[in-house]
């Protein structure tokens, strides 16, 4: 049954003044909302989806964008999304599908979070001057070093290691696969990532082999479809990532429509061209905890133990207790992805309220296998949300080892966080496969972006650890105590264990 | 800012209190008379072997009946008695200070437990659920006196000249954090480990947390304490010998790690990735002693002062060379110690 169109959601408008009929914003728009007619462009605003690719590129600055044009009857209930969601579902009957992050507007927990400084009694340290080191290991550590005296009086190293990434920041890019993503955004984090010294997730959709150069960098990952997984792809990755769940869908599979699977997908993936790629919910081989550390082992053994092996879980409401059973398996690292995480598609249902925020997860895992005397042994990757280098700093002193960054790293290439990545028309070349959108991407050009956004951060982090005085960021790993609450209830606080803003030491 | 002063005789000669008495007090501009504190070991040659638990006693009713029932339910009390002190103009005293010497009965507890273990947990029992009772050291043949007070005070109060022994640790403070305590001044001590401490340990609450999952419980609300645990996790438990623990503690940077020779990169590397929560941030000066010797170790950038010295069979330890100059005015060697590297003096 129609029901007439809704309002538009944006509205676009060109100073007729300042236009000089050049059309980039006709060429530069997949969605069709500019079209020339005559001496003058034709607007319909109705298909614009905020991504403000025309106005980065009019050379006259004469375009500009309303939100939200046409103002719903107000209601404290009924607020224009729920009325939106279901004039859609009505025409649609189906699920309906969102992409990036959380909608909601629920509390960010980082923003109520404030970090200390020396004053007096301690002197901060300076980064100009004194060496902060950022230096992060990411990997099994053992409880404790056994050594020997040799019969010249050294002393000898009895422990192994077990194989450690090296970052030289406690900054990764997080996975985000070919498929859902262009392989120019994939190259251009690749090498910015390889530049900085630290690692990107290949997401579940295999490794193409002009990521090649860049695979001592990158972390392969085996979700419930394991596309694109093969011994070749196993060994090619400096550590392998089981991905139980997402943050942005906890519970669900993947899903990336066959209308993206081209010919290079297709091959890199290892599935029929144009083919849906739906991950299974669960990992079908995977049904309690001790299936999922026989494939630890499984991976391990087919890689001769040399790589390390990473878990990540969405943060679900018992997060803890299933950090600590991974931990307790021959994983090395848990990852821990927050319900503010991105995602290219997701049921909006999922995406806005399955999971628990980040900042809880880390908190609650880190006491959790500090409990259980374990903490040091694994580390903890945390991801979801994460926009700048304050949400990274606390990250790490709630008790992260190191986080992932996802949307951050894309809209370091452009990205406006417009929510129409599941559409495949990505206008910034990211979320899309269309040759002629993915070419907006010169991976030679955009790494750079991507390793000036990580070294911009790391620099930050020195600066705010040596005001700590803190010079090195295992001090800062779960110091909690140079945290302190700001207008966050007592039981957040109690979770986060963190004390409130004007408490004593 | 605090002062420390320490020496160790190694051929474990007895020295009486005066000289570290004189010393310390030449420091009082690190300090500001609200705290002060010194350390004996071999003080009680005729109960070697008792634990010599010393406890500060807000009254002589309630707590310490209570602290008695504890001991007895977990070994036998073999000598008990008021610590002799002496009114001091200045200082009240405001704690009663007590020692008892005590053989623990490791079967006590009824699980699998060591001497140590027993009084590790006496000591968090008593500290953290008898009111108006602290235990402040634990250790076999060591005497620990404090107060707030100037250091000449607080000797006095004691009359430390009364006590001999062959390592003597002093520390001289000036509180921020837990201002005119007497369980907050130094050393403070944990078994055989006793520690003085001047600087602000940044990475506490990591430290904090590392040692928690080894099951210590941190009391004193002060970072001092991390060290006393930290040594005894890693030289006792772990059993890491003295050099490698401090190292774990203060390591080097990775940039001279990795410049290191193969072996020693590798050595280097496993330390420090193993024990990172245990590594110490922030500006520190610290003396560790144990019945086998001394150990001084500061920060990896040396923000606060350390000065060594040899005269003979002793070795000093201070925040300032002139207070070793007042124990030994023609030391045969003095040196600053470099950022981060300890110097050990143990008993021949």
Known sequence: MPVGSVPPKYKVTIDMDLCMLCERCIE???????????????????????????????????????????????????????????YTQAQSGKIILTGMGNTLDVPQIFDRLLLDACQVTNPSIDPLREPIELRTYI?????????????????????????NLKCETPIMIGHMSYGAISLNAQLSMARGASEVGTFMGTGEGGLHKS???????????????????DIDYLERGAAIEIKIGQGAK?????????????????????????????????????????????????????????????????????????????????????????FR?????????????????????????????????IRNEVSVIASGGIRDSADVTKAIA???????????????????????????????????????????????????????????????????????????IESLRGNRDRLRGYMLDENILSVLDVKTVGADA | MCGIISVINRKKNPMDGRAVREALSIMNERGNGEGAGYAVYGAFPEFADYYAI?????????????????????????????????????????????????????????????????????????????????????????????????????????????????????????????????????????????????GEITSYGTNKRYLESFGYVCTMHTDTEVVAYLTDLLQRQHKLPAELAFKALAPPFWDDIDRMPEKERTFNTALRMTYSPAMMNGPFAIVVANSAGIAGITDRIKLRPLVAAEAGDCLYLSSEEAAIRVMEPSPDRIWMPRAGEPVIGRIQ
């Not at chain 1, 050379?59 to 279901?86: C, F, G, N, Q, T």
């Open chain 1, 28 to 86: 530069n728009c997949p969605y069709g909302t500019f079209r020339r007619e005559g001496s003058k462009i034709q607007i319909i605003s109705r298909a614009c989806t905020g991504c403000h690719r025309c106005i980065a590129m009019c050379p006259r600055d004469a375009i500009s964008l309303e939100e939200k044009p046409v103002d719903y009857r107000s209601h404290p209930v009924w607020s224009r999304e729920a009325r939106e969601a279901i």
């Open chain 1, 139 to 163: 990997g099994k550590k053992p409880r404790k070093i056994e050594i020997k005296k040799t019969s010249e009086g050294d002393t000898d190293l009895v422990t192994e290691l077990a194989p």
């Open chain 1, 211 to 229: 990521l090649y150069p860049y695979q001592k960098n990158m972390i392969v990952q085996i979700a419930s479809g394991r596309f694109g997984v």
């Open chain 1, 250 to 338: 906890p519970g669900i599979g993947g899903h990336l429509p066959g209308e993206k699977v081209d010919e290079e997908v297709s091959k890199t993936r290892m599935i029929p061209l144009y083919s849906d790629a739906i991950s299974p919910a669960p990992h079908h081989d995977i049904y309690s905890i001790e299936d999922l550390s026989q494939l630890v082992r499984s991976l391990k053994e087919a890689t001769e133990w040399k790589k390390p092996v990473f878990v990540k879980i969405a943060a679900v409401h018992n997060v803890a207790a299933i950090a600590a059973g991974i931990a307790r398996s021959s994983a090395d690292a848990v990852v821990i992805d927050g």
């Open chain 1, 341 to 373: 995480g991105g995602t290219g598609s997701a049921p909006r249902v999922f995406r806005d309220h399955v999971g628990i925020p980040i900042e809880a997860a880390i908190a609650a895992v880190d006491a959790k296998l500090n409990e259980q005397g």
């Open chain 1, 398 to 472: 709630l008790g992260a080892d190191s986080v992932y960054i996802g949307t951050a790293a894309l809209v370091s290439l452009g990205c406006r966080v417009c929510g129409s990545c599941y559409r495949g028309l990505c206008p910034w070349g990211i979320a899309t496969q269309r040759e002629d959108l993915t070419a907006r991407i010169d991976p030679d050009i955009m790494y750079k972006n991507v390793s000036n956004l990580i070294h911009g951060w790391t620099l930050e982090i020195s600066e705010l650890m040596g005001a700590a005085g803190i010079n090195s």
């Open chain 2, 54 to 198: 010393h406890v500060f006693y807000d009254d002589l009713i309630g707590p310490k009946t209570a602290v008695e029932e504890e001991l007895d339910k977990l070994g036998t009390i073999t000598h008990d008695e008021e610590i002799p002190t002496f009114e001091q103009p200045n200082l009240k005293k405001r704690h009663i200070p007590w020692r008892y010497f005590f053989k623990p009965n490791v079967s006590a507890l009824g699980t699998t437990a060591s001497e140590e273990d027993i009084l590790v947990y006496l000591m968090k029992k008593v500290n953290t659920t008898i009111p108006g009772a602290l235990i402040y050291s634990t250790g076999k043949n060591i005497a620990i006196f404090k107060a707030a007070g100037w250091p000449e005070e607080v000797a006095d109060f004691y009359r430390i000249q009364n006590y001999e022994g062959y390592i003597w640790l002093a520390h001289n403070r000036y509180p921020t954090n837990t201002a005119g305590w007497w369980g907050g001044a130094h050393p403070f001590n944990l078994l055989d480990w006793s520690v003085v401490h001047n």
